[in-house]
């Protein structure tokens, strides 16, 4: 790594977190299904973290973050921008901590989204849905003398994220795989880490929509521009430079699936556990089901990302799935 590199977590930093959050986050549920094991062909292991607080994993790092600025005696306000799930995490690990939380949002967000960041104490600021906006957001509330934790590039939201697969790894041991969504690359990084470490396989899943990642590795450095076309809203962000970083190292291959497999994933998962998932969560269901070569008669570990999706949103989307 070039000293102009940013600085990357590693295994002790994904264990510190640990410590830090282990009082404030749900340990997560893990679910077996005779059902899809059959469907996908392997012994897939599930962790629940739509089943997090806020309803994703995201508040696994955002509490990481906000307790760490207390454990430095760094106090104000925080900022960052979001689709929806990291800002409602960040609301609320701030509100825990009697700090304000402000999110620049997309105005094509989730109206569900922007309702979760507001109920859960965050001022929500409004920009155009285009990265370049959202980061021109964030930096005018950092002038102001906000405290920057952006939802994916920073090395505490990193280490955060990876403690879902550390405590998967931790309660089930002989994984052969691990598999996580990929947008800005916060739980994918966190989650190779850990499978790093334990000389397990990682891979990670993304829509063929908003595949800059899959682009990104294929070209052998981060493309700075992409255009997503995706129904996964959580999975629209350009991967960061950190997280770009620990994929290259520690993550065997990026598999994009069609928004179709997407779909066809979201009633699948509810056909065998009677759960709602978001878009994001169901891509990497998909990628088991399109890339059986890679997965059959394996151990899997996959992490569920969120469930935060209007049951009327889930409807629209899969209507047309048979």
Excluded at 62 to 76: D, F, K, P, T, Y
Excluded at 258 to 285: D, G, H, K, N, Q
Aim: with cysteine.
């Amino acid at each position: 790594m070039s000293p102009e590199s940013p600085d990357l977590p590693d295994i002790s930093a994904v264990w510190e977190a640990h410590r830090r959050i282990r009082s404030l986050v749900n340990l997560t549920p893990v679910l077996a299904s005779d059902g899809l094991n059959a469907e996908l062909g392997c012994e897939l292991l599930c962790k629940c973290e739509h089943l997090q607080r806020t309803g994703a994993f995201k508040f696994r790092g955002a509490s990481n973050a906000v307790v760490h600025l207390r454990e430095a005696g760094i106090s104000g306000a925080v900022a960052t921008h979001s689709s929806g799930n990291h800002g409602s995490a960040l609301a609320l690990a701030a509100s825990l901590d009697q700090r304000t939380a402000h999110v620049v949002m997309p105005d094509n967000a989730s109206a569900l989204k922007v309702d979760a960041v507001r109920r859960n104490g965050g001022i929500v600021h409004f920009c155009s849905p285009t990265q370049t906006d959202r980061e021109s957001g964030l930096a005018r509330l950092v002038q102001a003398g906000h405290i920057p934790i952006p939802p994916y590039d920073h090395f505490d939201i990193i280490a955060g994220q990876g403690t879902a697969a550390l405590e998967l790894v931790e309660s089930n041991p002989g994984l052969d795989i691990l598999i996580a969504p990929v947008g800005g690359g916060g739980l994918i990084g966190g989650t190779a880490l850990v499978a790093n470490d334990r000389g397990i396989i990682a891979y990670a899943a993304e829509p063929a929509g908003a595949a800059d990642t899959a682009a990104s590795m294929a070209l052998g450095h981060r493309v700075n521009s992409f255009h997503p076309d995706t129904i996964a809203d959580g999975l629209r962000a350009l991967v960061g430079e950190r997280n770009f970083l620990i994929i290259q190292q520690h993550v065997k291959q990026v598999l994009t699936v069609e928004e179709e497999e997407i779909r066809s994933a979201m009633v699948l998962f509810w056909r065998y556990t009677r759960m709602l998932i978001e878009p994001s969560s169901a891509v990497v269901i998909a990628a088991l089901r399109r890339y059986p070569h890679l997965f059959s008669g394996k151990k899997v570990g996959a992490i569920i990302s969120g469930a935060n999706i209007h049951p009327r949103e889930w409807l629209a989307l899969t209507e047309m799935v048979e």
